[in-house]
């Protein structure tokens, strides 16, 4: 069936430094891509998504290509900022798969000053 | 524009009881998905609700039920409760089928003792 794995974490980091989160993904056909953020307390925001191969999603400085040949679609941000801790998932959506989102594992981001 | 909502935001049940949670959808939206988000078993996709009908269902036992009424709200019934059921419920909306972006509410945590 479909899946989404991210690197494993927590990941840890100081203020603007690079972060990248792998994200690999294993689907039949061409699914849409996404990255969603969960603050503490909240529920998941749509970070960015890609709904074909090549296509960069990007928002708040966060970036990521959806990239087929590799089944990837990795997080990046060049300088992150404390705000930015949170959970991040990965998740892919497919149209036969009647419109659910298939999430990984997560990814904790802690970013200190 | 309000954005999904969820009730009650905790929810405190003891083994063997009936919880139900509620969800109310962004307006427009025809569309509800229930997903359970459990400590140790990231984000699953429980059900998915449009126009009144159940379109899809997770892998989650029967005790696991929800409806959707003429006004898109939605309500998940979990029976019989079990110690495993405690977890984060995040409800989403979409505008309906073909692969629309979700909106996520902020969740109701359920603890079963």
């Known amino acids: 069936g479909d899946s989404v794995t991210q690197m494993e974490g927590p990941v840890t980091l100081s203020e603007e430094a690079f972060l990248t989160i792998n994200c690999t993904y294993t689907?039949?056909?061409?699914?849409?891509l996404f990255w969603y953020v969960q603050y503490p307390g909240e529920g998941l925001q749509l970070l960015l998504k890609?709904?074909?191969?090549?296509d960069k999603g990007s928002n708040k400085g966060f970036e990521a290509t959806y990239r087929k040949e590799t089944t990837s679609f990795h997080l990046e941000k060049g300088s992150v900022q404390v705000s930015d801790s949170a959970v991040y998932f990965c998740a892919l959506q497919k149209e036969t798969s009647g419109s659910r989102l298939t999430f990984g594992e997560g990814t904790q981001l802690t970013v200190n000053p | 524009e309000a954005g999904v909502t969820q009730s009650p935001t905790h929810l405190i049940k003891t083994r063997g009881q009936q919880a139900t949670l509620r969800c109310s959808p962004i307006?427009?939206?025809?569309?509800v998905y229930w997903y359970q988000q459990a400590l140790g078993l990231g984000l699953q996709f429980l059900l998915w609700?449009?126009?009144?009908?159940?379109?899809n269902r997770g892998n989650f036992p029967p005790r696991f039920s929800g409806r959707q009424f003429p006004n898109y709200s939605s309500e998940l019934n979990v029976n019989a409760l079990e110690l495993e059921d405690s977890a984060l419920y995040l409800c989403?909306?979409?505008?309906?089928?073909?692969?629309?972006?979700?909106?996520f509410g902020p969740g109701t945590r359920l603890t079963v003792l």
């Open positions: 989403a909306s979409s505008l309906g089928v073909n692969w629309n972006e979700q909106f």
């Open positions: 609700y449009d126009e009144g009908e159940e379109r």
């Open positions: 689907a039949t056909g061409y699914p849409s």
């Open positions: 890609a709904t074909k191969a090549d």
């Open positions: 307006s427009g939206h025809t569309s």
